[in-house]
């Protein structure tokens, strides 16, 4: 076994916190998926709590050297350049999350929120944008909300693993400027439970991250492929969800993502709630249409 394959977490797809590849077509299933495992691979990689950083830097620019073809043989490397080659794709949005990964093996601790976006631009963005490519949907069109979307879910994630990601790895994504607002500290996420401060810090990121959702709700009805659209629906349902919970619980004591029941029943509604507005708003414009 290689040491990239030896530095596995063992975690699939279906281990995530949000839908992967769950609505879509079977014709798209293979790249999704081959773009999914190569991101895992590289992340376990960068998450790797005994591997040396230089060895993890090295690891992941073996990654990008594989995936460009020009270095060894790594499958999941070969399994998304063969998914890129047959679709005419380029590797951009896989080479852009190797950035993120390295920034998280360099870069411990985010100035604010600017910081903290531009660090969801190479960690999130590029999922959503790859997909959306995948499909042949509108960039000029898809890719704001698109953005707006993909960094909500990222955030989401730093909230609800604050705690874990400072113990584990002595990471902070909590921007330095709002943790000082509220009179926080980075070694408040070592307490069992959140202090007022840290709890105050928290539901703001929250709300902020509120707005991004905002911007990215009319994401599904932008989206031209049903199935995707539908994709599109379950997860920004299940973020709305996840915001108002973060609101009042406390990530560091208390477990913030709902159980398997609650999670599908909130997808599922999602997606149904966007399948059905494709089905009624062409009869709605139709009626306007004879009224006028």
């Given at each position: 076994?290689?040491?990239?394959?030896?530095?596995?977490?063992?975690?699939?797809?279906?281990?995530?916190?949000?839908?992967?590849?769950?609505?879509?077509?079977?014709?798209?299933?293979?790249?999704?998926?081959?773009?999914?495992?190569?991101?895992?691979?590289?992340?376990?990689?960068?998450?790797?709590?005994?591997?040396?950083?230089?060895?993890?830097?090295?690891?992941?620019?073996?990654?990008?050297?594989?995936?460009?073809g020009s270095g060894e043989d790594i499958p999941v490397a070969a399994r998304l350049r063969a998914?890129?080659?047959?679709?005419?794709?380029?590797?951009?949005?896989?080479?852009?999350?190797?950035?993120?990964?390295?920034?998280?093996?360099?870069?411990?601790?985010?100035?604010d929120w600017d910081d903290l976006?531009?660090?969801?631009?190479?960690?999130?963005?590029?999922?959503?944008?790859?997909?959306?490519d995948v499909h042949g949907e509108d960039r000029a069109t898809c890719w704001g909300p698109n953005d707006a979307l993909c960094a909500a879910l990222q955030i989401i994630n730093h909230l609800q693993d604050c705690a874990k990601d400072y113990r584990g790895l002595d990471r902070v994504y909590l921007p330095q400027d709002a943790l000082a607002a509220h009179g926080a500290s980075v070694e408040m996420l070592s307490a069992e439970k959140a202090s007022p401060p840290l709890a105050a810090t928290l539901r703001a990121l929250t709300?902020?991250?509120?707005?991004?959702?905002?911007?990215?709700?009319?994401?599904?009805?932008?989206?031209?492929?049903?199935?995707?659209?539908?994709?599109?629906?379950?997860?920004?349902?299940?973020?709305?969800?996840?915001?108002?919970?973060?609101l009042v619980a406390d990530p560091l004591s208390e477990k913030v993502h709902a159980a398997k029941g609650a999670f599908l029943r909130t997808a599922l509604v999602g997606a149904g709630t966007v399948l059905l507005r494709r089905l009624l708003l062409p009869r709605a414009a139709s009626a306007a249409s004879v009224a006028r």
């Amino acid at each position: 076994m290689s040491d990239i394959a030896a530095a596995g977490s063992g975690k699939g797809h279906k281990d995530e916190n949000f839908p992967v590849a769950s609505l879509f077509a079977p014709r798209h299933r293979a790249a999704v998926l081959a773009f999914y495992d190569f991101v895992r691979a590289a992340d376990d990689i960068s998450d790797h709590v005994t591997l040396p950083g230089e060895q993890k830097i090295a690891m992941l620019d073996r990654m990008e050297a594989a995936l460009l073809g020009s270095g060894e043989d790594i499958p999941v490397a070969a399994r998304l350049r063969a998914e890129l080659d047959a679709r005419g794709l380029e590797p951009r949005h896989a080479q852009d999350l190797l950035i993120a990964f390295r920034r998280d093996v360099t870069q411990l601790r985010y100035r604010d929120w600017d910081d903290l976006i531009d660090y969801c631009r190479y960690s999130a963005m590029p999922v959503g944008r790859f997909v959306l490519d995948v499909h042949g949907e509108d960039r000029a069109t898809c890719w704001g909300p698109n953005d707006a979307l993909c960094a909500a879910l990222q955030i989401i994630n730093h909230l609800q693993d604050c705690a874990k990601d400072y113990r584990g790895l002595d990471r902070v994504y909590l921007p330095q400027d709002a943790l000082a607002a509220h009179g926080a500290s980075v070694e408040m996420l070592s307490a069992e439970k959140a202090s007022p401060p840290l709890a105050a810090t928290l539901r703001a990121l929250t709300e902020r991250t509120q707005e991004l959702l905002k911007e990215s709700a009319p994401f599904a009805d932008l989206i031209a492929d049903t199935r995707l659209a539908m994709e599109v629906g379950a997860i920004q349902r299940l973020a709305e969800t996840l915001t108002a919970r973060l609101l009042v619980a406390d990530p560091l004591s208390e477990k913030v993502h709902a159980a398997k029941g609650a999670f599908l029943r909130t997808a599922l509604v999602g997606a149904g709630t966007v399948l059905l507005r494709r089905l009624l708003l062409p009869r709605a414009a139709s009626a306007a249409s004879v009224a006028r």
